[in-house]
Each structure stands twice: as structure tokens, then as C-alpha cells.
């Protein structure tokens, strides 16, 4: 009796609960909300900008700067097409391993960073090696959207799908390019971790499923100082590093479904934008000539920005897409110095300066060690007021110079505290003898004797020709005027320059 009872309630209940409808199919969209879809969509990459908020400024008209970046991202924004900002990863840090007195500056710049794509709206972002400088929990502390190697994310871009895909080896890139395939992807373009001749050789495999593959890591610091473009089965991609630029691709959906193919028209705007391209580096390298007339270097910057201007245009301007077909177009948009900044963003860059110079001193105060002493016989570092006391004729040449002044610059900018920059600012940085901490730095302001001629303790105690200090050499130059910091550099054009009566010239006195 129990036994039926139950049964019976059962079955009531059973009966009084009804099972929600399947959901309808969706009825295709009509010719008016088909009309009123976006046409296409605009994607924004950056990737191996090592740790990188902007460029150090030490020559004139450097590329680079996040707020440049959002300034990008933003303008893009006004078109009224999907867009996305991706990221390929390396960004955070510019070094595999940090010293202690690094640490808080580098963490505080990789904050500022992630604050800034926040702000740009960055869809998604592989990681790297560099980006785990401070390890993997400091990394996800900064909660960026990321996205794991051999990870698959699909994001929507208007009536498409694009696909992206992570991947550190060749069979999780085929892998992933595949499912993302299999997802629904319409647009697939992978991030791959490796450098453009290694990416080439994966564009190649059978079976690969992306539409573009990018490079996003380069062997070297200075590896990365130009960017690639190789037509191979499926088209690679390099980006400038150091956030010297971004890659911008434009999708252009045709009335179906279906792969994308690679516009032909976009050969005659990069052959334009070359030739662009060239005759900046000729008035660049004019401009940053030491001792060039204010006048003529007056109209080779407005020159410059007239240049600069034209290839922006000619670069953001959509490509001729061709009819009928799903197509997408790859171009590169450097970041030149005419660029205005993003607000938002440049707020956070001013914070981080503001910040770290503070940081920067306070770690000096409480964990700086001084130098080590110089070996037995060693010279040390004594300074430039030692120099002038039996060298007073060199002093006119070299206080009318910029290296007399090179503190100087630091401060108006507000970044005689950063590690990243002082180093070429001060004498002796770093050395037996020298400077090793950022609160001790009275004396040895500037780029003065010792910097070039060597430390000059030894001669300074005993003047002689036996123990006078070095010439300058190219190799001395370049430990600062290095391709990122001084790209123009010529020594036998810019030594010239430093020299005069008394330093290096006849003085004319019998």
C-alpha cells in the first residue's frame, strides 16, 4: 500500500513539471539588420615591448610610448567598426633576471603597464618568459585577460569570429589553430612565442589552421629594432620591439562565411609608406647631427612632421578591399614623436615617473652599498673639479657640450632617480670607485672627463706621461650611444664635436 502511494505521488509530480521548449531556431537576420552589421572589424596588436612605458628621449623624434599606443587604439575607435587590442606577451619586463635595487622601480612599471592596456581595452594576451621576471603570481596579481599557450580564445568582432591562438611549439600551434577552427573561428591568427625565421619555418606545416601568424619574441634586446613581414603559406609577421609600434590588420567581410585571403592592393601602400619611411630616416639623422644651425634644424622638423603626418593618414586610411570575399590587409603603425598622447594613459606614465624616482631613493637610503674600492694599483674615480685644476684650457669645450649637461636633462624631466637612465648620466656609474647608489651622486653629475678618458686617480696623484689617462674610443662611446639610446651615432661625426682649443686642438700658444 506504502508502495502505491508513492508511485502515485510520483507521478503527479511528474505530471506538473513540464519541460522547458527547446529554444527556436534563429531566424536569419534581415536584409536591414544584415545591412546594418559592421563591414569589418580592425585589430591592434603590440608584443614584445620589454617592460617598455615609453622611449628613454635621449635623441630627438623617438618612437615608441603606450600612450601613443592608446592614442592609436582610441583613433581607431572612431571608425564605428569592431575593434580589438591583442597583445602578444613579453611585455612586463625588459630583463630575464633583476637586481635588488631594480626591483620596485621594474614592479611599478609593469603595474603602470597593465593599467594602461586595462585602459585600452585589451581583449586578450599570451605571456612570455619576460613577463615572469617577478614569477607567475605577481603576473596574474595585475589580472590581465590572458591566455595560456596552446589556449584558444574566441572573440567576437562585429558578424565574425576571430580567433586567437598562444602557442610556444609547432604542434600546439597546428592544435589549437585547428579548434579554434572547429569553434567557429572566422578570422585565426596566432601568437606564436618564437622569432620570425622560427615562425617562418611553422607558417610552412601542413595542417596549420591560422590566417597570420606573428612573431612575438626576438632572440636579442637588439634583435627586435626592425620589424618583418615574410609571404609564406600562411603570412608571418614581426612587430618593432620596445612598444616602437603596433601591427594593425583590417578585416573586410564579404556577404558569406568563409577563409580570409590576403588584400593584393595593400603592395602599392607599403611601397608608399617605404619610401615614407626613408626619407624620415635621412632628415632624422640631419636633425640629431650635434651642433646642427637652429635654423636649418627648425625646418627639418617641420619637414619631419609634414612626412610623418602624410604616413599616418596613409596608414590608417582603409585599404581597397576587394568585393565579394572576406579579406583582411597587415600594416605597421610606428608611433612617431607627432603622435599626440591618450590622456587616460598619459596620466598613468606621469604617476609612474612620479613614483618611481621616489621609490628609487628610498631604496638608495636604506639598502645602497657604495661602490667597491678599486684594486691595488687600480685607478679610481676622483671627478671632474680634480681634472680642471691642472686642465683648466679643456674645460671651455667641454662645458659648452651636452655631456656637461647630461644631469641637468634628467632632472627637468624628472628622472635623475631612474635606474633605466642614470647610468649614462653620471661618471664612473657602477665602477670601482664610482657611483653605486643613487643618494650619493654630488660630484660626479654629468658625463664629464673620467667618463670618456677612464678613472683618474692614479694620474691626479702623480702627473706624469706614463700614467696619463686613455683617448676615447668608438667602443667607449657606444656603452651609452648605443642604437636605442643614440640610433644616429657616427663617431668620427659626433667626436668632432666635443672637441676644441685645449681639448684635443691645437690651443695656438707657443
Known sequence: MRSLTVLTLLAVGLAGCKRAPDPAPASPPSAAEEASRPSGAILLFSADTRGYLGPCGCSENMRGGIDRAAFEVQEARKSGLPVLYIDGGDSLFGEPTLKPAQVPQEERKAQALAESMKKMGLAVRATGELDDVRGEAFRQSLGLPELPAGGVKLLRAGARQVGVVSAKEVPQLLEASAQAR??????????????????????????LQADLLIATHTATEFSGEDHKQVRATVPVVALQSKGRELLRVDLSYGPQQGRFTQATSQADTDREASLLDQRMAMLNKEINLPGIDPQRHQGLQAKLEELAARKQKLLTEPVAAPAGVNSFSVRFLPLESNLPSQPDVQAVVKAYDKDVGQMNLAWAKEHGEDCPAPKKGQAAFVGTAACKECHSEAMPPWESSKHSHAWTTLEEKGKQYHLNCVGCH?????????????????????VGCESCHGPGSLHAENPTTKNIVAEPTREVCVTCHNPENSPHFDF???????????????????
Do not use: N, S, W
Open 426 to 446: 653620471v661618471t664612473g656609474y657602477e665602477k670601482p670607485g664610482g657611483v653605486c647608489r643613487l643618494d650619493k651622486v654630488a660630484g660626479r653629475e654629468g
Open 492 to 510: 668620427a661625426t659626433y667626436l668632432p664635436q666635443i672637441l676644441g682649443p685645449g681639448h684635443g686642438q691645437p690651443t695656438g700658444k707657443k
Open 182 to 207: 572547429k569553434d567557429g573561428a572566422d578570422f585565426v591568427v596566432a601568437l606564436f612565442h618564437d622569432t620570425v625565421e622560427q615562425a617562418q619555418a611553422a607558417a610552412d606545416q601542413p595542417g
